[in-house]
């Protein structure tokens, strides 16, 4: 396929899953809803879990709807609404150096590198993959300064880059601070901070919402800029 052709593959595999994760949150949230008011008409339900041990019964459930909805399945769709974006960017990065590798022309290789690889191809995919893996470490506004240095996409604005900075410190936080907004929290969220030092961080529902249609929106106009740079 043409690089055109991948970027657009790309971008409707990524908004396909992004659109697949966020089915998912509304299903299970409408499922529990039902639940809630299965147990309201006065039905009995138990629910065994017969790896913990546990058992729950009617009078159980609709606390326990809540704290699902509202905690796991908001943060667990959340975070991967932020996966598929870093994707995207590593995808996206791969698919323009392997094509115009120019910029990566002064990046020093180690001759052990050289040997393992087959060809120039291999080398030149073997350096894409080491520059794209540092970068993905650093912080969003980095991602997108070395994207424009590469191709001047014109996209996201600054107060996109702000905002997607601030989605993925949260989900930072939540993956590895217990949830509890910290000083690196702040100081990567670019002054779009929600929280302060030792709060809690949650995921509500208008948040979840605009944090899906943040991603969506970005990689859908950086693939379409991308694409329009390559057009004749």
């Known amino acids: 396929m043409s690089l055109i052709e991948d970027i657009e593959k790309l971008r409707d595999d990524s908004v396909a899953a992004l659109d697949a994760s966020h089915n998912y949150f ?16 006065g039905r009995q339900i138990t629910i065994r879990n017969q790896e913990t041990g546990s058992v729950v019964r009617e009078t159980d459930l609709p606390g326990l709807a809540q704290e699902y909805i509202t905690g796991y399945l908001a943060e667990a769709t959340f975070q991967h609404f932020v996966s598929l974006f870093e994707d995207f960017i590593g995808d996206f990065l791969r698919l323009w150096l392997n094509e115009f590798p120019e910029s990566l022309s002064a990046k020093k290789l180690d001759f052990d590198v050289v040997l393992q690889c087959s060809d120039k191809v291999d080398i ?21 300064d070395y994207i424009q240095g590469i191709v001047d996409l014109g996209c996201p604005t600054a107060d996109e880059i702000e905002r997607v900075a601030e989605v993925k410190a949260s989900r930072d936080v939540l993956v590895h601070n217990k949830g509890i907004a910290n000083a690196i929290y702040v ?5 779009r901070a929600r929280l302060a030092v030792g709060e809690k ?13 943040l991603v969506k ?16």
């Open 26 to 41: 509304t299903h299970t949230k409408t499922a529990w809803r039902l639940v809630q008011q299965f147990v309201r008409q």
């Open 124 to 144: 030149v995919r073997s350096v894409v993959d080491k520059q794209v893996a540092s970068l993905q470490y650093d912080r969003v506004p980095k991602w997108f």
């Open 187 to 191: 100081d990567k969220s670019m002054g």
């Open 201 to 213: 961080v949650d995921v509500p529902e208008h948040y979840h919402r605009e944090s899906w249609q």
């Open 217 to 232: 929106k970005v990689i859908t106009d950086v693939s379409n800029a991308g694409m329009s740079r390559l057009q004749p």
